[in-house]
């Protein structure tokens, strides 16, 4: 029963070696001579001047969030895009299709509207 499983052990085995053996011959066979310029933090080219652990304002979650919620309504936009061609020369669906993407869009108007006017998108 046991030799059933000798292939997915072989297999698992390379697998790891495939991922070990060149980390472990980087290591071995890299030079290795560190220095206190190779040893000091490095961000866009100069010394950080804060710590890497201090808080964020909360607009640039803000921005961030908002980014992802219309960039994602966006890709929305693409497949009725794609077929729009069909929807216009159908006649029972012609309407439909474009009045459900006028409210997807007003929609997306709406909340970029309230965004703005809350002060979301503004930056000091």
């Known amino acids: 029963m046991l030799e059933n499983y000798f292939p997915i052990l072989i297999f698992m085995l390379i697998g ?3 991922g070990v053996v060149p980390v472990a011959l980087g290591w ?3 030079p290795n001579n560190p220095d206190s310029e190779k040893l000091s933090p490095y961000e ?3 010394e950080a001047f804060e710590d890497a652990r201090m808080q964020y304002d909360v607009r640039y979650y803000l921005i ?3 980014f992802i919620l219309f960039d994602l309504e966006i ?3 693409f497949p009725w895009a794609t077929i729009f061609k069909e929807i216009a020369h159908t ?3 012609k309407w439909f299709g474009f009045a459900e ?3 997807f869009v007003a929609i997306l108007v709406v909340g970029y509207a309230y965004a703005w006017l809350k ?3 503004e930056w000091e």
Do not use: N, S, T
Request: glycine share 12%.
């Open 75 to 77: 890709a929305f936009l």
């Open 101 to 103: 993407m006028l409210v």
């Open 44 to 46: 866009c080219g100069f």
């Open 16 to 18: 790891v070696a495939f």
């Open 28 to 30: 071995a066979v890299g």
């Open 64 to 66: 961030a969030i908002i």
């Open 91 to 93: 006649e029972a669906i």
């Open 119 to 121: 002060g979301a998108l």
